[in-house]
């Protein structure tokens, strides 16, 4: 079978690449239909590593994906072949600490597609454990279900967050998760979320969106357009999505008393903050690791209409261009928010 | 000034009555715009009391209410004449052990409109403390102002069931409440909630709302409706909404393992609960006692157009005409929601 | 093998016994050292079931459980032949949907010790996830290991009723359970539990324990003796687990306002509760289901001498004379709290 | 009256002093008995100012007091002249937003002792609200009451924690505040403390307590020793008490996924943290600002017996030698924890 092969640190190739592993009991074997490009598979590509995962072999990429099942294993009960579904990449021991306690996302044992020395799911069959595996609901497209993956981080944001109904949030930072993390807090429960980038195409992209403010931070400090909006009061939530040191130094300033700040974005290196400005409101700060239990609630607020993703969807290249699709996403376009791949039929 | 009081059980009067009072420096003077018509008003008159809330002297009915404000207190920084604004009717001892904790609602000491020995609203002019005084937003008119009371329930029930972004609910019961309590909880999260009565008038009216599910319980069992619609796994949050002995005795077999219960309905009489039940799904169930904290969550759902009170307001009749609106609103009508009072200009 | 085997309602026998099972990777081959006699073994053997848990084959009695390795399938790697454990009873599937959420106390697929159809663990030798068994810390001794079982029920009630420190709780009905609730409650945060009884035998058991207060409510109303005891204001929790009608239909009498009850106590059939009552004060119920995730936290209470359970054991009788151990245990002696027995060298 | 005035930074005069204000309804007037010596009324002693509030008028120092009330205003019921009372020192507005949603400690308008502009209570008599001022229960002395102040930031932070009953925790800093932590954290349900700071002697007092390890390290990585404790999982709870940079650095190193950070330690600037660090853990990170609705908590944590603070206080000095008392506690010995002053009789 060919796959998207990650050779080494800015060399891709599709090539005949078998990953092995067999159908075990609880297991399906999927042909995938649709695969996102992720932030995180362009960075293996261009940097070869991200922190401590460094890429050593040939790695199939690819983690955001839909497809049809083909096969399932004996103890399968809940799939059958032909059922549209969709796919949660990481995969925990069930039995560990982290797992038995519903946190399966922090067990250290996860392996997680296209995180090295894991395989991806760029390649036309996968075979996968039938609990990770979701049906897709009636009007949800294949497109869309390759979505569900990068609406998970958002999903968990919103989670996290503990939103009330009728909160008021800001996000900092307007790329894909960022967008990702508006729609999640807006669907969730949110009356009005307040999103802030200084890419103005990014900004028009999610403004699109009805309950969507927006803030250009080149025209208007931030701060200010939202005490303006909350009279003072400040917002309930704020989703740092940006991962810069200026957005994660001032957030505080952003959040009403015992409000709450998630940390979505990922700095690289330690960034300053303030831990007074923190105490004086008492906020709480949340963080987000990928996330566990959302695909169901995902596909579910994606099903009833309440949030549509397909505006994000900015382009679809086929299998045998996929090269050229990982290219232009290297070039983070502003207005580009996810390119996918379509797989053979 | 002209009032309509309820001189004793089953009487009505529009007279003129002076509720006592002095503007105080922390309260504002407001002109009534629009009153709603509660069903603990109705109660009071059809019945002379609820619970151990007794009429014994002649009382100014009415708590759900809009208007302008004429005057304000000294002290007074956040309103000025001619605001608009809708009032929230409980009035705590801001120093009790109950409000310190944020929990002012069930304060032993509130005094609350139309509750006796505490007068109403249904007069022209009414003193209320600031601090229980809400702008309306631009866009949400009196009449919706006069909704954010009996919408306030809803978001209390919404607020205690901790909501998860993508939750599915069930309602059961769908008089007015329970027809707040589904809206807040779509707005306040909820990918769907299916709503059950055994009145089709009331489902359809409800049903008209996007990501409202209706079961008529005299077509289907309510349990089997919810098996299907949720894979066999059950509800997220169930709203007892209906006060009904059966409903609350088969209301676990509705939720899924570890989802919540939120008793909304008030049963006269202590009603048969299946513990084992409850138990066996380690079911958490939450009680709500009126409203704290959510006016400003209510007016920011419909200030940013997620919630759309206006198509249960049914009908709107004059002050003078007041006896006559509450003697429809004691026929309790299945095409009725809410029927509201227009105050004198 | 020898096993106490309850053949029929009514009728036990201690005889050879093969429980059917082979080691599997992740299970480990235990010794058994000593094993508590509960409630339910003895309502099995006096009833031959509960609910609709019916004994209808011959079935092992026993899950309160110590013991020692002997030895460990191939990939558990955290226990090694010789260790001293105790055993968590029930089995879920860890890839349900409960499990992943961290439910598994909850999944419909749970098997659990001498709950029919599965046999227990009063036999010399058993087979045993892993991730289930538990190391001993050195201070805590087998019987101290048997008594973990019962104490985790008391433990997931203390989880559940998210106690915060200083808190004083309630605890209606001293069973052995009730006292086990008592101590989780009172080392998991509270200043002060009151256990309320009629039988004086139980609570002078029980009052023996510094922080623990009793009331006899033969002697005093228990809703008067918590009023004086709170100031009028009433306990933050109640753990209802004495089961009976009359405690169930006041319990919201106890409780302050905003303040939770936690259902331990079962019910065989629906009881009346007085939702109003619980209405007025807002009160938070949770319920209970056996227990997930707290064995260590048992245990680390345990070994820091936060918890002494060795007073609760009444007596140790040698596996030989287990049916006397259970005819006595039938008898519920008001000064028996805990039987257990001792397994063969 | 004479008081403990501050002129300015440095200078410290014990000189007659009149305090304005009046005994309203709802206050109570106060003899004060003892008075402790917290670190913030060191700094402004030694800097003349915390952060931007800046000590421009002589100001009287003080606020961890308990005394004898003297007179009450017509409104109080719950306290009588000759009642033994401590003092909460924070006043907020009861009507503000913050006060409704019962977090009056970050209520902007909150007026706290002895924070420039507002007096404190080193004076024998002092004005107070009834709802700030709490009865001593009988076994709980006038110097322990003296040490409720700084024990409810112990708890402000153990409530923040969510302790789970069992949680190990760790507190990084054996200031008086990291000790009143570590105090609160084990009485409020964690099984075992572990205290780290390079001062021995500091250690010492602590490790006194049943329950709470120490770790110096000068000898031993934190990390390390917090690793082998819980067999390589990490805290439930880490408590940040120390301020320095460092520790705040490593703090996501101790804890266990999915485990809370509470920042209890307030670093002057802003200070590095390593975010994806607390990500890849998922962890939960809480701030403090004083304390809320923790005053009567404390107290029943202390007249339980649960909580004993007086091997915390190392000195009581007369009221007349009170510029001696600052002058050393200014000297931050180790082997001194809290310096109390004896008000005159």
Redesign the interface.
């Known amino acids: 079978m060919k796959a998207l092969v990650l050779e080494e640190k800015g060399k891709l190739a599709l090539r005949d690449f078998e990953i092995p592993g067999t159908l075990g009991p ?1 297991d399906v074997r999927i042909k995938t239909h649709t695969v996102g490009i992720c932030g995180s598979d362009v960075h293996y590509y261009t940097h070869g590593r991200i ?1 401590h995962f460094v890429v050593q072999e040939p790695m199939v990429l690819g983690h955001e994906a839909s497809g049809v099942v083909l096969a399932c294993g004996d103890a399968v009960v809940d799939l059958k072949p032909g059922d549209r579904v969709c796919m949660e990449p990481g995969i925990p021991d ?15 044992a996860v392996r997680f597609w296209a995180t090295p020395p894991v395989h991806g799911c760029l390649t036309p069959e996968v075979i996968h ?3 990770f595996t979701y049906k897709l609901p009636d009007h949800v497209s294949f497109a869309e279900g390759a979505m569900v993956e990068p609406f998970a981080i958002g ?1 968990q944001a ?3 967050a ?7 949030a800001v996000v900092t930072g307007a790329g894909p998760i960022g967008m990702m993390v508006a729609l ?1 807090a807006l ?3 949110c ?2 979320v307040i999103v802030a980038d200084l890419a103005q195409p990014k900004l028009d992209i999610i403004a699109a969106y ?2 969507i403010e927006t803030v250009n931070i080149r025209n208007q400090p931030l701060a200010e357009a939202v005490a303006t909006a909350t009279h003072g ?1 400040g917002a309930d939530v704020v989703f740092e999505c940006s ?1 810069a040191a200026p957005a ?2 001032h957030m505080h300033e952003l959040a009403r ?2 409000g709450a700040i998630v ?1 979505v ?4 290196d ?7 400005g ?12 990928r996330y ?3 695909y ?3 596909l ?2 994606m ?4 949030v549509d993703l397909t505006p994000l969807i900015s382009a679809t290249v086929p299998f045998e261009d996929s090269i050229a699709g990982f290219d232009r996403a290297a070039e983070a376009r502003d207005s580009d928010v996810k390119l996918q791949i379509a797989m053979p039929e």
Chains 1, 2, 3, 4 share one sequence.
């Open positions: 609880r922190g069930p039995t560990s600490r982290a797992s038995k306690l519903g946190l399966y996302n922090v067990d250290p454990p039938a609990t999903m919103a989670l996290r503990r939103i009330q109904p009728g909160d008021i999640a669907a969730g429960g009356a009005r009805d309950g009061w991962g994660v130094l008393p015992g940390l974005g990922m700095p690289v330690p960034v300053p903050v303030d831990i007074v923190l105490q004086a409101r008492e906020l709480r700060i949340e963080t987000v690791f566990a239990n959302v169901d609630r995902a579910a607020l099903a009833s209409g309440k």
